[in-house]
């Protein structure tokens, strides 16, 4: 008889994936698209490659599930095996000179908070592009703060543990990602108004 | 059921791939904890031989040292010690951080922490254990080791730079001589009359005429082949605190013994009570 493991939260499905296959099958079908979407938003990879790191990251999960401890939030543990994952990869990928390229949608703009926004008079189709140009441009472990942040939509707490640093080092990196995003924003959206206004006037 | 869920439940099932044991993971947390213990404790340890070998070192030479006396004495101090200590700090906050929630700690907290039980451990085994006794051990442990007594006799036995050590064969206080025979058999003639200090116990032994047979260390001028003009005379062993035992004269009233203090050298009717002012 197959079970159902609707009604389990993450957490139960970890334990019971413990002796449980078909449990641990449940937790890929429901960490499968929000894991792609993170590595290919981490990363310079391709979709293939991308979900050649995903089955890495599943197959090191199910190894090591018994490390999962129930105080901690299942999403964070598994966010962090991808993390790392990915980020090896990219390392691997970044050692042999390919370009970094991020995963970019319209999600990022639309979640980034009030203070980064750059004044309204310039076009928000501008916008979009200067942050997406300036998140690049961003340090990775401020663009993995970012990501996590405003994309994930991860809690302080939770991008702690994926990122095993202390929460206050989590804020000072939000923090500080958010002011070199603003400034660097604020110097587009500079130039942006004066490409306007020259280009205006001939 | 997705692609990757099939694939993925295939393999595991296929390949038989087996899970770590939960003992596995609780054993590495442990052992990093205990490696983090062990590091904060030979990190005391060290901590306590850098304090021994501090308070061991002759500091109160320093002011009586010329620029380049001050370079040869820097370099015979064991500093080595300190970067052991550095080493075995940073093992101590690696071990931490790898533990399950270690990466929570907060940086400074983590250092501040560490360097706090380092030195508490440390003055608890420099004060119950002895770090003298792990200086013993680690000589007879390792040849190669230097024990601080012999640093200090590697740094005493250069004359020929002023430092001096050895023990008094003739003292000759009228003519403001001493005959010194140096570790190495040589002897050695040191003129004390320039001299800017001397050490009240070996002031006392002089003036006594019991300083024959005593080890003394001289800094000083070389002035001839065998010959140094002393600038500072001082007892070759350390005068720990807890070692003085001189006794106080209660005999003498306070005012007496205040007048009294410190006559200048030489001055052969010295009351011995002066001794009290040995500083500890």
């Not at chain 2, 070692?243 to 007048?259: A, F, H, K, N, T």
Request: aromatic fraction near 12%; glycine fraction near 4%; include cysteine.
């Amino acid at each position: 008889m197959t079970q159902t493991f609707s009604p389990f939260t993450d957490e139960q499905l970890a334990l019971a994936a413990r002796d449980d296959v078909d449990a641990f099958g449940e937790i890929v079908e429901r960490y499968e698209q929000p894991l792609l979407r993170y590595v290919l938003r981490l990363s310079d990879i391709t979709q293939e490659e991308a979900e050649e790191v995903l089955q890495e990251t599943f197959i090191k999960a199910w190894k090591n599930i018994n490390e999962f401890d129930e105080g901690q939030k299942f999403s964070s543990w598994i966010y962090r095996i991808t993390h790392n994952e990915t980020i090896s990869e990219y390392r691997k990928r970044k050692a042999r000179g390919s370009k970094q390229r991020v995963e970019w949608d319209e999600e990022l703009f639309a979640n980034l908070p009030g203070d980064i926004a750059v004044p309204r008079d310039v076009d928000r189709r501008l916008d979009a592009a200067s942050i997406r140009q300036a998140v690049t441009w961003l340090p990775d472990n401020y663009r993995n703060a970012i990501i996590l942040r405003y994309l994930e939509e991860k809690s302080y707490d939770e991008i702690a543990d994926i990122l095993r640093m202390p929460l206050g080092s989590v804020a000072t990196l939000v923090n500080r990602a958010k002011k070199m995003l603003r400034d660097r924003l604020r110097q587009s959206g500079k130039q942006a108004e004066a490409h306007d206004y020259f280009f205006s006037e001939t | 059921m997705t692609d990757l869920k099939s694939k993925i439940t295939a393999q595991i099932k296929k390949q038989h791939i087996s899970q770590r044991p939960r003992l596995y993971f609780v054993l590495k947390n442990c052992g990093f904890w205990l490696l983090f213990s062990l590091a904060v404790l030979v990190g005391a340890a060290t901590f306590a031989m850098i304090l021994y070998i501090f308070l061991e070192a002759d500091f109160e030479v320093l002011r009586y040292m010329s620029s380049s006396d001050f370079g040869f004495f820097l370099v015979t101090l064991p500093l080595y010690w300190l970067v052991f200590f550095g080493l075995f700090f940073l093992l101590a906050f690696y071990s931490v951080r790898q533990t399950k929630k270690g990466y929570r700690f907060p940086f400074a907290r983590l250092v501040v922490g560490n360097l706090i039980l380092s030195i508490l451990f440390g003055l608890a085994f420099y004060q119950w254990v002895g770090a003298e006794m792990i200086e013993q051990q680690l000589a007879q442990a390792m040849p190669f080791y230097k024990g601080i007594e012999h640093r200090r006799r590697e740094v005493w036995s250069h004359p020929r730079e002023g430092f001096l050590a050895g023990t008094v064969i003739q003292s000759l206080p009228e003519q403001h001589l001493l005959m010194v025979d140096d570790f190495q058999g040589q002897s050695w003639n040191v003129d004390i009359g320039a001299v800017r200090e001397i050490h009240p116990l070996i002031r006392a032994q002089l003036e006594q005429g019991i300083l024959e047979g005593v080890r003394i260390k001289v800094l000083g001028d070389p002035t001839g082949e065998q010959a140094i003009v002393a600038r500072l005379l001082l007892p070759w062993e350390r005068m720990k605190p807890r070692g003085m035992q001189l006794r106080r004269d209660d005999s003498v009233p306070d005012d007496e013994r205040r007048e009294s203090a410190l006559p200048p050298f030489p001055h052969r009717n010295m009351p011995l009570h002066y001794l009290d002012q040995i500083p500890e």
